[in-house]
């Protein structure tokens, strides 16, 4: 397993490719931030894979649509998109997405979020995520790049949906 670190005095803890990854949510529940090494592609191209997510500890009240929210999923520790919100049978709702994927997560329960990425350092670059720009963007690229690769994928010549052969 990869050492664990924190920073003295600014609480802020490291994990590299550590399959404990409970621990890295206990970490956010416990009110420090969490540097983590995100894997997979769902958040592309916001978020290439191999990117350092530098996560804050947040709640269902701390985050706004178009944040990427940590949650739990089984052993995994998941950073999507908030495209959503709703209430069912009193309880918040949170509606998640890859901005890579065709269609949203399954519901996520509001007390099962734990942090916020708010920054990622890839290839010497650090991207901030926390921004109203970012937030709309991110909404804005959640929603078109499925939308988009369906219409390109129609627009291959052979298909016969959008466009034909003649000129």
Known sequence: MAARTLTPGQGVLTMTDSPDILWGEEILRAGHVLR???IGTSMEPAIP???????H???ADDVALGDVVVFRRDSTLVAHRLIGRRREG???IMKTKGDILPGPDAPVAAER???RVVATEHDGRRRRFDTCRSRLTGLVTAHALPLLRNVRARLRPGSDQLCTTER
């Open 36 to 38: 983590l090494d995100g």
């Open 49 to 55: 894979a191999g990117a350092t997510l530098i996560i």
């Open 57 to 59: 500890p947040a709640h």
């Open 90 to 92: 009193g309880r918040l």
């Open 113 to 115: 979020i734990i942090g």
